[in-house]
């Protein structure tokens, strides 16, 4: 069985009120990076640390390609 090697996830805060939409290459490490806070920016300033769901793929070009479709979906029910 191959090893997948690409990961889409979805963080929200504790109240569950904002969302941020993500791709990484190595999901355990990026997920301990968020809730360690150890990079400045969008999921720092509104403490998203929270995993709420992720999709495994074959490639970053898939997982990014479903980034899209995910983000094109949050856009069109707000």
């Known amino acids: 069985m191959k090893k997948k090697s690409a990961y889409i996830y979805i963080l929200t805060n504790?109240?569950?009120?904002v969302l941020y939409?993500?791709?990484?290459s190595d999901l355990t490490k990026r997920i301990?990076?968020?809730k360690n806070k150890v990079v400045d920016g969008f999921?720092?300033?509104?403490n998203l640390?929270?995993?709420?769901y992720y999709e495994a793929g074959?490639?970053?070009t898939d997982?990014?390609?479903r980034e899209k479709q995910l983000k094109?979906?949050?856009r069109l029910e707000t």
């Open 49 to 52: 640390d929270k995993l709420v």
């Open 72 to 74: 094109l979906a949050q």
């Open 21 to 24: 939409i993500g791709v990484t």
């Open 58 to 60: 074959e490639s970053i």
């Open 43 to 46: 999921t720092k300033k509104y």
């Open 14 to 17: 504790k109240n569950n009120d």
């Open 63 to 65: 997982a990014i390609k």
């Open 32 to 34: 301990w990076e968020h």
